[in-house]
């Protein structure tokens, strides 16, 4: 901890406490929106938003499928290069999926569109994940890949779009 995670579902909770009893303080719309674990209790996570606000979720809304949130416009390109051929453009505020950095790139998908772009035009990656790690592959490491859901936090089957 810190960590990033993601919305599961469309509909989330943010409250001002970690119990369903704390009033809801903020209504998430938007499944996938990055967030960033800063404590934590078994059930309930405290986390930050992309504008930083700090809510309380419980663990089930949330899923360790890495996203992030884009700062800025950008775009997608084939290869971590500034002059690689345009995949799509990005605005800001949009939400896309990690699947690794490297060298202050990351590689990233949306709306079936895969592509690079730079680590900094994000918000939902740690300096430290861009960073070239010279042990492996001469300074070109990938320095994350997105995990897989980690079982405490698999997908609640029980109710597909909206959570607590």
Not at 43 to 59: A, I, K, L, N, S
Not at 137 to 143: L, P, V
Request: glycine share 8%; charged share 25%.
């Amino acid at each position: 901890m810190p960590r990033f995670v993601s919305l599961k579902f469309n509909e989330t909770r943010g409250r001002a406490g970690p119990s369903f009893s704390h009033p809801v303080a903020w209504l998430y719309q938007r499944q996938g929106l990055p967030m960033e674990v800063v404590a934590e209790t078994p059930d309930w996570r405290r986390v930050r938003d992309p504008q930083g606000e700090e809510v309380w979720m419980h663990r089930r809304t949330l899923t360790g499928r890495r996203s992030v949130w884009t700062q800025d416009a950008t775009q997608l390109l084939a290869r971590p290069d500034s002059d690689a051929a345009l995949i799509a453009n990005v605005e800001a505020g949009a939400v896309l999926w990690l699947e690794r950095c490297r060298a202050g790139w990351c590689r990233l998908e949306a709306d079936d569109h895969r592509g690079w772009a730079p680590a900094e035009a994000f918000w939902g990656v740690y300096s430290e994940e861009t960073e070239p790690t010279p042990a492996l592959e001469g300074g070109q490491a990938s320095c994350y890949r997105s995990s897989p859901e980690p079982d405490g936090l698999a997908a609640d089957r029980d109710n597909p779009a909206s959570a607590d």
